[in-house]
């Protein structure tokens, strides 16, 4: 069974500043990892996504991750976030041996601020 | 066009009722999923179909059932609606040659 930490609950955070947000998966076997964003009131939107190659990947809207075995980590970063970027953020972990169900993490809060 | 779409996107029944949710993707794949998201945004797999197939089943109550007339469709229906089941349920496909989950826009659930 794989599981998925998201250490920030919620990330407040002022535009146009950094952001970062954690994650941390456990899986006895490989797995594939992705964030997804859920704006207020909508369905879930994928940002990017680690299947293998280059550890450092970058997805839509200015965002990238980087997968780090050795940690177990898949962080996810903007280097300058907008007001739009509030919404919630989920990382998530699957693999081919269970037809590629995802297990979410908890989800983190992002609220930018002006 | 939208890739999955669900209906309603809004349900409010009372408890005891039995309901269904509809979902339809133009993609043309072949897996298909339901999953929940409860009260605290928490997201769930709760089936998953290919081809017309129950692949996954994780320990869903059997009030739930659901049905895939082709592989375009994947309907979910409730009976005997509880307070519990008041949620957000997204449904989404995926192409066989893919690792991408396309997700619908969520039916939102509130059982009184």
């Known amino acids: 069974a794989q599981s998925v930490t998201q250490l920030d609950s919620q990330v407040p955070v002022f535009e146009e500043a950094p952001v970062e947000l954690r994650c941390n998966y456990s899986s006895s076997v490989s797995v594939y990892l992705f964030w997804y964003v859920q704006y207020p009131n909508q369905g879930l939107q994928l940002l990017l996504k680690?299947?293998?190659?280059?550890?450092l990947v970058k997805g839509i809207n200015g965002f990238e991750a980087e997968f780090n075995k050795s940690q177990t980590s898949f962080h996810l970063r903007k280097p300058s976030v907008h007001i739009s970027d509030t919404a919630e953020y989920f990382c998530?972990?699957?693999?081919?041996?269970?037809?590629?169900?995802?297990?979410f993490g908890a989800g983190t809060t992002v609220t930018v601020r002006a | 066009d939208t890739a999955v779409s669900q209906t309603p996107k809004y349900l409010v029944t009372q408890m005891g009722n039995d309901k269904s949710i509809k979902c339809e993707q133009n993609?043309?794949?072949?897996?298909m999923y339901w999953y929940k998201q409860d009260s605290k945004k928490f997201l769930k797999i709760m089936f998953s179909y290919n081809n017309k197939e129950l692949i996954i089943n994780e320990t869903v109550p059997n009030r739930f059932s659901p049905k895939s007339p082709d592989k375009a469709h994947l309907n979910l229906h409730i009976n005997s609606l509880e307070l519990g089941d008041s949620a957000v349920y997204f449904c989404?496909?995926?192409?066989?040659?893919?690792?991408?989950?396309?997700f619908g826009p969520g039916t939102r659930l509130t059982v009184l």
């Open positions: 989404a496909s995926r192409g066989t040659a893919e690792n991408e989950q396309f």
């Open positions: 680690y299947l293998s190659g280059s550890t």
């Open positions: 998530a972990v699957n693999r081919p041996s269970n037809d590629y169900k995802l297990s």
């Open positions: 993609l043309g794949h072949d897996t």
